[in-house]
């Protein structure tokens, strides 16, 4: 099921919700297309949320996540892991969905070794990417939540909120 730009136009937490189960699609050029369903996201919020890049202010690394829902926000740490998300809402409302997990990868790095995305791919938008597709879940997927990962520094209240969604098989 092909998605639309009203998809990606909501906040973050019930975007998160609603990418699981959902296919990636991946043209890696060469005549190859895979498809892996999403099973983890994580949301972070905006500006308010410690935890979200957006809380420092526009800068020029966060600027991408001040574009409309369904541009691709993509980030490394660790100087080693690209982090693929995907910014929701509307215009100059910063928040953004880490996909966290796809069938074959857990764990955000992992995912974009196996998808070969980079930076390249930063302020693309999902829906006229030729190399990479989100597509809907084929039924409403069941899940659990939790704390998000690795947000320690963003304090208690942020650390401890359940804004990670992982897909219940």
């Known amino acids: 099921m092909e998605l639309d730009r009203d998809f990606f136009i909501q906040d973050a937490a019930t975007l998160a919700k609603k990418l699981l189960a959902c296919k990636?699609?991946?043209?890696?050029?060469?005549?190859?297309?895979?498809?892996?369903?999403?099973?983890?996201?994580?949301?972070?919020?905006?500006?308010?949320?410690?935890?979200?890049?957006?809380?420092?202010?526009?800068?020029?690394?966060?600027?991408?996540?001040?574009?409309?829902?369904?541009?691709?926000?993509?980030?490394?740490?660790?100087?080693m892991y690209w982090m693929f998300n995907i910014v929701s809402g509307e215009l100059n409302l910063p928040q953004a969905v880490l996909?966290?997990?796809?069938?074959?990868a857990d764990g955000p790095g992992k995912l974009t070794r196996l998808l070969k995305m980079d930076k390249t791919f930063n302020a693309e938008h999902i829906l006229y990417s030729s190399r990479i597709k989100i597509l809907g879940a084929e039924k409403k997927a069941e899940y659990i939540s939790a704390p998000r990962v690795g947000i320690d520094y963003a304090g208690t209240y942020w650390a401890k909120r359940k804004l990670r969604y992982i897909l219940v098989r």
């Open 99 to 104: 996909i966290r997990g796809i069938e074959c």
């Open 24 to 79: 990636i699609v991946r043209d890696f050029g060469n005549g190859i297309i895979k498809s892996y369903a999403i099973t983890e996201t994580e949301a972070y919020l905006g500006e308010q949320d410690k935890a979200c890049h957006a809380s420092k202010g526009r800068t020029k690394r966060t600027e991408v996540m001040y574009l409309e829902g369904g541009h691709i926000y993509m980030y490394l740490i660790y100087g």
